[in-house]
T-cell receptor
Framework: NAGVTQTPKFRVLKTGQSMTLLCAQD?????MYWYRQDPGMGLRLIHY???????AKGEVPDGYNVSRLKKQNFLLGLESAAPSQTSVYFC????????????FGQGTRLTVV | DAKTTQPNSMESNEEEPVHLPCNHS???????IHWYRQLPSQGPEYVIH???SNVNNRMASLAIAEDRKSSTLILHRATLRDAAVYYC????????????FGKGTKLTVNP
């Protein structure tokens, strides 16, 4: 049971390049989340999904797009990377929302130069 | 979203109990109180959650005030591995799907 797996773990991008971060969970969870965490800061919610085919904006959605075509996968896309998007990105999933725990991946460290 | 207030930092000594407070004075009747922690260089991990009654699990205990306007996460015997940032989060009906983190409390455990 792998839990929540993020791919890749590290990436360096040049300004203007695009990339997709993959989050995969094998727990049949309905809810999935993408966060970013800047040095010394807390987690900020980028986008989330409450089920296959649905997505919604979080606190800091600008510059990112997401897709949830399959229940087990939640993709985070950067169409034109900027240095301000240098951060550690975390994905999480949970079966429900109100009364269930969320499981987190180990993070993707992204540097945009 | 209902807000929580936590101290920025706390210190404890190894093998002593730690009480981490959280104020949530605007909590409503159906809000659940969740605690997560984030160890250095790791993703957050779930610690415990509750609604009205005190809760215990292998990691910690959650004591909820009778009026539910505050709660306390209790680590019964702190270890060096418990040094982390602890987040108190309210999950609210009709807004709970978001799972929004605040700034949390940075716990330092002294040997």
């Amino acid at each position: 049971n792998a839990g929540v797996t993020q791919t890749p773990k590290f990436r360096v991008l040049k300004t203007g390049q695009s990339m997709t971060l993959l989050c995969a969970q094998d727990m049949n969870h309905e809810y999935m989340y993408w966060y970013r965490q800047d040095p010394g800061m807390g987690l900020r919610l980028i986008h989330y999904s409450v089920g296959e085919g649905t997505t919604a904006k979080g606190e800091v959605p600008d510059g990112y797009n997401v897709s949830r075509l399959k229940k087990q996968n939640f993709l985070l896309g950067l169409e034109s990377a900027a240095p301000s998007q240098t951060s550690v990105y975390f994905c999480a999933s949970s079966y429900g929302a109100l009364n269930t725990e969320a499981f987190f991946g180990q993070g993707t460290r992204l540097t945009v130069v | 979203d209902a807000k929580t207030t936590q101290p920025n930092s706390m210190e404890s000594n190894e093998e002593e109990p730690v009480h981490l407070p959280c104020n949530h004075s605007t909590i409503s009747g159906t809000d659940y109180i969740h605690w997560y922690r984030q160890l250095p260089s790791q993703g957050p991990e779930y610690v415990i959650h509750g609604l009205t009654s005190n809760v215990n699990n292998r990691m910690a205990s959650l004591a909820i005030a009778e009026d539910r306007k505050s709660s306390t996460l209790i680590l019964h015997r702190a270890t060096l591995r418990d040094a982390a940032v602890y987040y108190c989060i309210l999950r609210t009906q009709g807004g709970s799907e978001k799972l929004v983190f605040g700034k949390g409390t940075k716990l330092t455990v002294n040997p």
